[in-house]
């Protein structure tokens, strides 16, 4: 099982990123597929989560509005699109897998069964 996450890199603020998240080793469609993101000195949180079971989405606060999920189930790979991106958004970005057959959406790490390595975003003021 791996996945690989790639796009980060610095970016001042207003700008975008996009993010990138390939799995393999596992059926892709029978997950739910997270991104959480982690700044020094604090705890990883939860920024978006996909069920590629049924594409049910759910958003952390902090980034409804400006970033987007999605996924292509052909290619194993879930995207994050971030827009209007603010000096707060600095982070290690890290995707995760969930198996699951129900579609639920899961925001905590615990609930997580695979982790990729993650990918730095540095938003400049």
């Known amino acids: 099982v791996q996945l690989q996450a790639s796009g980060g890199g610095l970016v001042q603020a207003g700008g975008s990123l996009r993010l990138s998240c390939v799995a393999s080793?596992?059926?892709?469609?029978?997950?739910?597929i997270g991104w959480f993101r982690q700044a020094p000195g604090k705890e990883r949180e939860g920024v978006s989560c996909?069920?590629?079971?049924?594409?049910?989405?759910y958003y952390g606060d902090s980034v409804k509005g400006r970033f987007a999920i999605s996924s292509d189930n052909a290619k194993n790979t879930v995207y994050l699109q971030m827009n209007s991106l603010k000096p707060e958004d600095t982070a290690v970005y890290y995707c995760?897998?969930?198996?699951?057959?129900?579609?639920?959406?899961?925001?905590?790490?615990?609930?997580?069964?695979?982790w990729g390595q993650g990918t730095e975003v540095t938003v400049s003021s």
């Open positions: 995760a897998a969930k198996e699951d057959y129900s579609g639920r959406i899961y925001v905590r790490t615990s609930d997580y069964d695979y």
């Open positions: 996909i069920s590629a079971n049924n594409g049910k989405i």
């Open positions: 080793g596992f059926t892709f469609d029978d997950h739910a």
